[in-house]
């Protein structure tokens, strides 16, 4: 996903980082008046992205997320079957469920109904009561205050004891006594909420980035139907899913070929702890593997997550050497030779789980480690038995991996040892910048010397960094390591970063520069140079893209120009202002097919001055639709491809042939 960086000088950013001496006498005399104490939601409201990660896109769709959250509690407790979504063309949500109903009683201590102060008390709920729910993804009992707080208006009605009841909030804040609307039959629980635009940057909810995190949890749940609707457009998803993680692999390698039909599955309990594993390979070189508490994603991994590898690794191995299938009895796979080619679900559901942060993005409960690398060794171990032919076809593409791997350790060698000898010079065709701080330099991978040139004559030469690619790099997404490593522009990339690549060798701390703009033109060949570079961090330098370091610039299209005057537009709707506001007498309009046609001047006041540019943040937030995106446009199949195409092609702007 892409967002727009607001435009930020760099030599200002620098120069703020530097400070500067306070004025003599200037002080103010700090005391306990200084002290400011936030009642009730004013410290979400005050501090928003410390309970849900940002005021971004991001950050509004994590509210829709700890809405529904509570709803999978309730299924996870086995009281619910149901859940829809709704958008409403005025900015406001609707997630209903039928589930048992927030309690409407009053509360023994509070003395408020429940409802309210579930709603207006951060660390209030049922989660901390292990008898209420068992397994739960919401244990610190903020998410729906925080929504409320959060939302210009809430409305929440339950249906439980065969009555409907109703309250109304506005920024947290109670502005109706709950009452009773009605008289029911069933049950569950309906929260409308409208994020507050004095929060948020941005209002518009993505139908489609909500339909793959509801999609994910109607795998996760089975048996829950989960449902999501766009009144504005009319488009709606619904998802039900009897076979849960076993068609959630099958779903993630829907467009790979694939080493064994059916996924390896297995399930068991101990110590109050379930663990569900699915498990397919396929004949391509990505790991994927998807962990799941609670029905909650922990895309950082966790105990759970090293007990699954040590697991996976070490009865692979076993059953090898058990079978000779090695034929030298001292060989043996690595965690990276085992996991390539692999898709695989981990589901684990507990009571008392540790998440680090209230993101919950990994898993800290040490005794978990131990349960699923037993349970994992186990199930594996009982299905090779009874499938040693699958298990041999596993194990001989492993085989295939670790001498790739050892081709590419050796290549990796000979790029250290070359680089050792060429200590003191610039990689490549790289012009560097004379600043040391990464966090103050940049560097832009341009499309063709001609524009390399022209970047480099415009650039900042203290923080701005080029390096001028030739052609369309290696597809990385077919690729193993060694053959990537034989392509000159990636090791030209790799070699300017200085992060290394692979597992083993990459070191995020060691990239040489914060930002790496994508700068390449606006056609076919240059959307496709940049599919090839995304691809590229996508697989071997995945970190760059979760940490934010990846950005595409956003070069102009239009030239619009009268006599001296000149304005610059990138698209066509700025274009036409441009032509209003000089006078469509007399102007002349030059439409840029490359950036050759810029001279550095024009490039950098276009698209190289951090003052006036706009470029996009290339985000990694859905790992299982970005895996299922790239597997389409990069992999083997043509018919997925053609089919995204075709639903695609209207979408596209700005884009010559």
């Known amino acids: 996903m892409a967002e727009k960086v607001k435009r930020q000088s760099t030599r200002t950013r620098a120069k703020s980082r530097a400070g500067g001496k306070p004025a003599k006498g200037g002080a103010e005399i700090y005391d306990a008046k200084k002290i400011t104490v936030l009642k009730g939601l004013e410290a979400v409201r005050k501090r928003p992205a410390m309970y849900i990660g940002s005021t971004s896109s991001r950050g509004l769709h994590h509210l829709v997320y700890e809405v529904v959250d509570n709803s999978i509690d309730e299924a996870l407790a086995g009281a619910c079957t149901y859940v829809k979504v709704t958008l409403h063309p005025d900015g406001s949500v609707t997630v209903t469920d039928d589930g048992r109903g927030i309690p409407v009683d009053m509360h023994p201590t509070q003395k408020r109904p429940a409802v309210e102060v579930v709603m207006t008390t951060l660390h209030a709920g049922g989660k901390f009561d292990s008898k209420t729910y068992k397994v739960s993804g919401g244990l610190h009992g903020v998410g729906l205050s925080v929504v409320n707080a959060l939302s210009e208006f809430l409305e929440v009605t339950i249906k439980r004891d065969g009555k409907v009841y109703g309250q109304s909030y506005k920024r947290g804040v109670p502005v109706s006594e709950l009452k009773v609307d009605g008289e029911t039959t069933e049950q569950g629980t309906t929260i409308r909420f ?20 509801l999609r994910e949890l109607a795998f996760l749940n089975r048996g829950v139907e989960i449902c999501i609707e766009d009144e504005a457009s009319g488009k709606k998803h619904e998802f039900k899913y009897d076979g849960g993680i076993i068609e959630f692999v099958e779903f993630l390698n829907e467009n790979k070929n694939t080493l064994h039909r ?14 569900e594993v699915a498990i397919q390979y396929n004949d391509g070189y990505a790991e994927n593997v998807f962990t799941f508490v609670n029905s909650i994603s922990t895309h950082e991994g966790g105990t759970h997550l090293i007990g699954f590898k040590t697991g996976l690794t070490r009865t692979l191995n076993s059953h090898a050497q058990r079978n000779n299938i090695f034929k030298n009895g001292k060989f043996s796979l690595s965690g990276d030779d085992v996991r390539e080619g692999l898709t695989a679900v981990l589901s684990v559901m507990m009571s008392q789980p540790q998440f680090e942060g209230q993101t919950k993005t990994k898993l800290g409960n040490s005794e978990v480690r131990g349960i699923v690398e037993s349970v994992v060794s186990e199930g594996l171990k009982d299905f090779f038995e009874e499938n040693r032919s699958v298990a041999k076809h596993i194990i001989d593409k492993c085989v295939v991996a670790a001498r790739s791997r050892e081709a590419a350790r050796k290549a990796r060698e000979l790029t250290r040892r070359k680089s050792a000898l060429e200590a003191g010079r610039l990689p490549g065709k790289l012009a560097d910048c004379s600043m040391v701080d990464p966090k103050l330099c940049e560097l832009y991978l341009v499309e063709g010397d001609s524009a390399g040139g022209s970047a480099k004559q415009g650039r900042d030469r203290q923080y701005q960094a080029i390096l001028p690619l030739r052609g369309k790099i290696l597809n990385a997404y077919k690729a193993p390591l060694d053959k990537v490593l034989s392509n000159e522009e990636i090791k030209m990339i790799v070699t300017a970063l200085g992060t290394g690549i692979g597992e083993e060798d990459f070191k995020a701390s060691k990239l040489r520069y914060d930002k790496i703009i ?9 959307a496709h140079i940049r599919t090839l570079l995304l691809t590229f961090f996508y697989r071997y330098m995945p970190d760059l893209l979760k940490d934010g370091h990846i950005y595409i610039a956003q070069p102009p299209l239009y030239r619009v120009k009268k006599g001296k005057q000149e304005l610059y537009a990138y698209n066509e709707e700025a274009r036409e202002e441009a032509i209003a506001k000089l006078g469509k007498k007399g102007v002349a309009i030059q439409r840029y097919k490359g950036l050759g046609e810029m001279n550095p001047e024009q490039l950098w006041k276009t698209t190289m001055d951090p003052e006036r540019r ?6 990694l937030e859905d790992a ?6 790239f597997t389409i446009l990069m992999g083997d199949k043509v018919e997925p491809r053609r089919r995204f195409i075709e639903e695609n092609a209207t979408k596209v702007k700005n884009l010559d042939a």
Do not use: C, H, W
């Open 194 to 213: 409208k994020p507050d635009p004095e929060i948020f940057e941005t209002a518009a909810f993505s139908f489609d980035n909500l339909s793959q995190r």
């Open 262 to 275: 059916k996924p390896i599955y297995f399930a068991k309990t101990r110590d109050d702890v379930k663990v």
């Open 518 to 526: 994508i700068m390449t033109d606006a056609d076919v060949d240059g």
């Open 614 to 619: 706009t470029i996009l943040r290339v985000t």
């Open 624 to 629: 299982v639709e970005a895996d299922r995106i």
